[in-house]
């Protein structure tokens, strides 16, 4: 389990750098603008990867509370929402206009319902972090004004929620083979 908490540590805390404005801001003078970005996306993904190992040899799941027959209900349909949520995230889509920062909702609304349907230790350690990081980063990004200004085209609504929906669809089908359990459990 100390590998998928130091994936979580590396992956969010450099998620996290940006509600430190000035922090950001000297290491992207220091870098450049292609270093930081570069070194970024290195931190990211070398702790999704320790995340993802981590979280599949984990130890025996040891429940720490029983899961919420509601959220175990409504998985399905707030991470369909939630995949839509990503995918118009970086599109000019009236629904990002509209919610301003979809990917933290999306990660919310997933990271919550995954946390309150698992009740395992790694479940929470894993789900309670990434909702903790979206309700940070929200109200970082308000407090901050981070709105890009942007032109909405109904088009790109139509691509976010039909490759949301076929997403969520193939995530939840293939769960068991990718993740080693049924959607939600």
Not at 95 to 114: E, F, N
């Amino acid at each position: 389990m100390w590998i998928m908490i130091l994936g979580l540590i590396l992956f969010l805390g450099i998620h996290l750098v940006p509600v430190f404005p000035n922090l950001r801001e000297s290491l992207a003078q220091r870098l450049g603008d292609r270093g930081y970005r570069g070194v970024f996306s290195i931190i990211s993904a070398i702790g999704l990867v320790l995340i993802v190992v981590g979280y599949s040899i984990r130890p025996e799941r040891a429940q720490l509370f029983t899961p919420f027959s509601g959220a175990r209900s409504a998985a399905p349909w707030l991470v369909s929402v939630a995949f839509v949520l990503f995918a118009a995230a970086n599109m000019p889509a009236h629904i990002r206009r509209a919610m301003h920062h979809p990917m933290l909702i999306g990660l919310m609304l997933w990271s919550g319902v995954h946390l309150l349907a698992n009740g395992d230790v790694a479940g929470t350690i894993l789900f309670g972090s990434f909702f903790a990081y979206s309700v940070v980063d929200l109200f970082s990004v308000i407090a901050r004004g981070a709105v890009k200004n942007f032109v909405p085209q109904a088009k790109f609504d139509a691509i976010a929620i039909v490759s949301g929906l076929v997403l969520a669809y193939l995530t939840m089908r293939f769960h068991p083979a990718v993740f080693g359990t049924g959607p939600v459990i």
